[in-house]
């Protein structure tokens, strides 16, 4: 069937929309893995035209309804996510706390900021990756105190009081680094 892909002319693809030319990439198309180019058949512009007039269209009880059913789904995704790594009822791995609003996914080795860079997701775009990519090890389920402890210090108080072995992290013994623009990293003396 020749109309249904799109023309190509010099690595610029006409929307069949708008009739412009415009350079067959990310920028200016959705992606769209099931056409035969990865590319969405109209412009970014002409898509967001078309979804702007579809949701003026909708009344305030479907609009309500739609973000219910959203928040519904997310929440249920996080549950299944912290069920898989804390067990059920999901609980901190550390201090045992169950309250599902305390609790957070971390990764056991640390470096939960670079991994989130590298798959280029946060919030509950990393929640959809964990469950697309089949609950990948290395990751645990802690509360916001623990979670917070261990980034800042090092170790948890938990671990002092149940007498674990600790290898706790001195504040003579970081260095703090500016990286990219305002963002600071934490190095330890131990760590090189």
């Known amino acids: 069937m020749q109309g249904s892909r799109s023309k190509y002319v010099r690595g610029k693809r006409l929307c069949p929309r708008c009739r412009k ?3 067959a990439d990310n920028k200016h198309f959705y992606h769209d893995a ?26 305030k009880a479907q609009l309500d309804q739609r ?7 997310v929440k249920e995704l996080r549950l299944l996510i912290l069920q898989h790594y804390g067990g059920r009822p999901p609980k901190c791995a550390c201090c045992g706390e169950q309250r599902l609003e305390f609790l957070v996914i971390d990764h056991i ?31 645990r389920v802690l509360c916001h105190n623990c979670n917070m402890s261990r980034g800042c210090y090092g170790y948890c108080p938990h671990d002092k009081e149940s007498g674990q072995q600790l290898v706790a992290l001195n504040r003579s013994d970081m260095r703090f680094s ?15």
Do not use: M
């Not at 590319?39 to 949701?55: D, F, G, V």
């Not at 973000?67 to 789904?73: G, I, N, R, T, Y």
């Not at 500016?178 to 090189?192: A, F, V, W």
């Open 109 to 139: 080795e640390g470096g939960g900021h670079r991994h989130r860079e590298t798959v280029k997701k946060t919030g509950v775009g990393f929640y959809w990756w964990i469950k697309r990519n089949g609950f990948p090890t290395g990751l």
């Open 21 to 23: 030319y415009k350079l």
């Open 34 to 59: 099931r056409r035969w180019d990865g590319l969405s058949l109209y412009c970014q512009e002409c898509e967001l035209t078309k979804a702007r007039k579809y949701y003026k269209k909708l009344s």
């Open 178 to 192: 500016r990286t990219k623009g305002t963002r600071y990293e934490r190095r330890s003396n131990l760590d090189r």
């Open 67 to 73: 973000l219910e059913s959203k928040k519904a789904k």
